[in-house]
């Protein structure tokens, strides 16, 4: 959602498909249902660009309830013009010439939840971030579906590290580029996908990767509308 | 939420216990998982005032995104000082002289949902308003534990009619009563109770209700304070 | 969706909701999963009127394929121009002045099935007929949700007896009728409503009722476009 | 089942296994629960053949409604003479000499479903269709249990691409072949087995390679009568 | 099928429903899982008339082996020319002039266990016998769907009393009787039904009531061949 | 246990069965899975017997760890002399002369948790202690399956009121006696039978009952010794 | 089972554990739910063996009741002095020098259908048969647990191929062996194990295979007797 | 527990996660339900520490009350300082330099019981003993998630061999020890990891391995607080 606040922003058209009638991933639950999360000055400056309030802990971190954080930035990126759209999972993708992936295959969540048999739509889209987290399913279908290769050390998935905060707050700004034609990865799915260690629960660097992806998109959709 | 707004806007203490992780009830869901809402002219004011974009219908009629107007709300919310803890559930309420509500039995919904028997917590209110939609459910408590007679015609919760949108949304405003010594009933809860029609997917009536009910409360607090 | 035929044959404007992807009820599979199903007289005119094929079984009874008769009637009540709507449920009825019934309160099978809270919508209808078998749905939730009488000798669901075929196959004909103002019940539900007994395998009088419970709606409507 | 159709119609004894009560597979679903379906100029010929109503929608594309297109060529399959079993399940494969398919294990679907240990009958076939879709189950049983090599690239079941309409489309005709001796695959199944890409919610390929793999059929059967 | 093996030794046409794959109830499972039966002096009796081994415990109780006794009674059943269909459940009965009971409405046991909605099929009986346990389904039945009375002081099922073996044993005797006109009672049913106490691991009763029903049946049966 | 500790420890036979593995119902989860407990003055004499080690909160309020608690007292009980089986259910109570309470029903907890139909043993008991807690189980099967009038104004269970400590922890002591003839309540049991309120996390009215229990036991035992 | 019938006989020690209550695997259940089986010649002899009726069905096949048949054999089992436990799981076995099976560990199959974490007992056995049907589970443990090698062509256990009856009727009596040291394998377990066809409803080498097993083991016994 | 409770003695820090609301893991459950344990001289002396009941069996085994044990140690590691939390699940590792185990990510039970997504919290340890029983669970996240060699001879996790009490007994002492750089590995997981045998019901190991675990931390903690 920070990723589409800042593309909606520049007046990209972006559309966010979120699996749960609930938006903001584990980020409501807070740490062990404690729903307060953490962030570094870096991840402090997204806050305080989202009005979102902080407290100071020391030693240059910062808590911000859950809620608020969640709420706020889904508030400000429908505002700036992002259409989210929850209860809908992606089945899979699709693709064009160069087997470049061009859109998503969707479905209602309510309906593999059901246990129902029912077909599909799909949706075009010039760029698909992938910020499914632990399980960066899209990029698993890339791999799995296409046999297709990652930009990543072994092509494929390399699966996140235990945990390690500072390491993995700071790696996941490199790892969120384009990692296949036409799929940016962002936010935990990043480090998943290039074997870098988990987060924890410092949320700093997700939201800076969000801004990231934002940043990746913007300097690969022109290029799109050249060719 | 938006009787949780109104009274911490006024300074007072203000407390949501939601049970879902996700906040907003069935609202994020729009109607039929097409995520947007209906609202009248009344409703209307609300959203303007929340600052939540609305689109013209017809016939006294607008439409909003269920997903702007849950989170703006929750984010208002939170920033005018009110505290809001997702994943927890009401299992009982406190009682004392008189029996009197002064007070919830509260556990992580988690605990029930994995089957654990472990014991609550309470947590000490002057005030509590039944939001949980059709359920009632802490007016439920209310007559099924104490065996006390609520504020209604049968003395007990009524239970919705079928749907009748003009009706109910016409009824709820003064359906939101202190319904109990120390309990305000508020949204389709209060229809519920009083044995009013369902509502719908016009969700202005709920909006109205909120912010009825933090005037009961604001009205009752007084008087707790002098006695 | 035999009266669906029919009305929809006489130019009504005719909808059938059906709560599973599957059409056609308990009558694809058969009895005891052997899908064929028996007939009498009676019920072999209406096959023949749709162009299913029976064999004699003797004694007045005529076996026909069970998949080919729901499959048949269906093709041929679309042709005829009546929509159906499958995985769809009701979860309420609307109603108007009078406590009328006046439409159904409508939802995704799936989402009830996927256990996810979200709100319906609505549609109004001049006549609702209540098909959904032996639970005979929205007979119940007009007794249950609007304490109304209904026109049975109790003023509500008496439930059905014993199976006694023979009687059941015979009384199924003058309980499909309308049963509370704008709400007919056909099918299993005419019998279980009025307390007469369950018919068995023999599908006759199912067919029999649909055709009835055709004509009762085609003598209702006029009625109410004078009003 | 179009296979089935022609088959019939050409004098073939033909029988037709589905696992559910429900007949056609995820076609009542059309997409995403919106029941109607897609076909191109090549797919609306079919649904001429068999009387189904199509609207234009543009560009080559025709609308049909989903469930009238399941339930009228089901009809037309069982008058043109064959049986449809439905509530079966496909265990295994019957093998002879040479290892060639030459028959089904079937079990009432109830049976795994409710958990029960009960063993399975056999049905003797000339020729077996697999039309399961994406899971290409009967081709899955003759790689895993045989360890036989099917008449692919690979030897095994590839697995279907990510979504891409068109190519998918076209390439489902000539990947409805005889893949093993005695076995031929098609609809959904095909281009899983062969590694073309799925189709989405434009079922005229579909129906497509259901006549393509009765004349398929067709072709087979004469030559096993004279060895 | 105590009842069974005495009824079919006299030559009369005896049929055993039973829902599970297991035939004998609760017997095969002995006490707490340990595979022994206690039975007293008069139960010896017939085990010793099926060739059941027992071993003397001291004051006249006797150990026998659950799946010897289980396995020996049914093996003896069938030879004397009884049928067993395990796997069939009891979902209704069939009535008749004076709503006698007059057969039973069965299905697959797997059809419920799987959540399927398939109809049942029927079958004609002079006398049923209802030994379904301490749930006494089909006297239940008759009960609910039938409003009628059954020949105990309460005239429904009064439901078993806690345990007290010695009673349990002595009543069960005089309890198995023609309960509702073509309906006997069996087994723990007939305590269940008539308030007698419960019996425990003494299977003593079970075989005696077995034994009676036999001797109820016999009686009534000659009467109806007259009328 | 702490009733068992003290009958044991005056040489009565004592035996507990618990249905968990877990020893000690809610308590080791504590309050909300934080696994503390809270104790009065009184209670904390009880802890100090125990030796379980706690720490003064204030206002007479102190704190003990919830595992340290419950092992200490079991360990302190088996050492004592009871017995404790756990993973056992009561499912029934056995009665003797003037249905006085004269034993229990049980069988493995396994047994209905794996959905098996397996027969129960018993055992005899000259006093049987209700201990399990809101649900008051042995007391409701005296009630629902006896039909038998326990010793409060309704003459059965009345419920518990909701939370009110001060007063739940106040009336436990006198609630804890002999409900029915054998039968002694004791626990949240206690209070749920005699519809006072609930306690809370507060814990020093259970140990408290558990102490009047024993020597509510001790008063009756000799009375049966010498009839 | 009926290799216990046949070792007892020969005054063997021996044991059978049954994982369900219910005895006979899939053979109560028939085919498809139908309880019949069906015999050749060779089986015939040995349900004549056993007194069990069977009825020509013409080519060399005979059918038998499936109840009669497995009561009947385990009713002479057990008269022969063969003990059966049933409920109860093997979850390992027992080795010593060598790696020798000698024994198997053994757990109530209630404790994993309850999931619940309780650990097992353990029994010596100079020979173990497996006859867990296709899982061949006694063999997979020694392969997965032991790394151990059995005696077939891959040292592994191959898998059933699909059902050829003939060939699998045919190959099971050489199947069945000693594929371990300690460890015999026998029923569908030795087709399983040796990669040979599934056999269908024909239930006659399954005995055979039983008369082999107790064959094999006879000739170990002695051996180890001597060593 | 017993490591913690010899650790805490020494005045080292120690703290417990137990998945469980019961602690003890499987003990509590003895062997198959029967509520007893077995130890050998070995094992006995380490019990008469505690002060454990045991009674002489024979052959140098001795049996105590499995409750009686793990409450006694449970109650005793409290008391010497250690501190338990029960109801914690250990999701991940965290680490530092060099890849070591520097702590753990943990989360409440119930949040993945109920199907929650939410996030963890984390722990610092200096040292972590890896008691998880047969799964070996922290020592395969090392494997698995950070592809790290442990110090086995195959360098990932072996497996524990089919049960050998003897040599699996004497063989745990050996294999509890430092396997990867700040992580203990005990009990069944000692064996698991190393390849040895499994135990049985003979739990003297497990107390033995729990003594070492304490000695080998015992021997590491001092070279940390140095470097």
Same mark, same amino acid.
């Given at each position: 959602?920070?990723?589409?606040? !800042? ?5 990209? +058209?972006? /559309?966010?498909?979120? #699996? ?13 249902? =404690?729903?307060?999360? /953490? ?15 902080? &407290? *100071? !802990? ?9 809620? *608020? ?9 429908? &505002? ?10 992606? $089945? ?25 048999? /029912? ?6 889209? &010039? ?9 960066? *399913? ?6 799995? &579906? ?6 990543? +050390?072994? %092509? #494929?998935?390399?699966?996140? +590290?235990?945990?390690?905060? *500072? ?12 990692? !296949? ?12 996908? =290039? ?9 700093? %660097?997700?939201?800076?990767? %969000? ?7 913007? $300097? ?8």
């Amino acid at each position: 959602m920070t990723a589409a606040h !800042y593309l909606a922003r520049e007046g990209t +058209k972006t /559309v966010v498909f979120e #699996r749960q009638l609930r938006i903001g991933g584990g980020m409501p639950g807070g740490g062990m249902l =404690f729903n307060r999360i /953490v962030v570094q000055e870096e991840g402090k400056r997204l806050l305080d660009e989202f009005n979102v309030t902080t &407290k *100071e !802990y020391g030693n240059g971190y910062y808590i911000a309830d859950s809620l *608020e954080t969640t709420s706020t930035i889904c508030s400000k990126a429908i &505002k700036a013009g992002a259409r989210i759209f929850n209860s809908i999972s992606v $089945e899979d993708v699709m693709i064009r010439e160069g087997d470049r992936v061009t859109g998503l295959v969707l479905n209602w969540s309510a309906v593999p939840l059901a246990g129902l048999h /029912v077909d599909p739509l799909t949706m075009r889209a &010039k760029v698909v971030i992938d910020a499914t987290g632990h399980a960066s *399913e899209i990029c698993q279908i890339v791999v799995n &579906k296409l046999g297709a290769k990652l930009r990543t +050390k072994a %092509g #494929r998935v390399i699966g996140e +590290k235990p945990m390690w905060a *500072e390491v993995g707050e700071r790696e996941i700004i490199e790892n969120t580029q384009e990692v !296949y034609p036409g799929l940016i990865v962002a936010g935990m799915a990043a480090n998943a996908v =290039f074997g870098a260690p988990r987060m924890g629960p410092i949320f700093g %660097g997700m939201l800076l990767s %969000g801004e990231r992806a934002a940043e990746v998109a913007l $300097e690969i959709l022109p290029r799109l509308k050249v060719s």
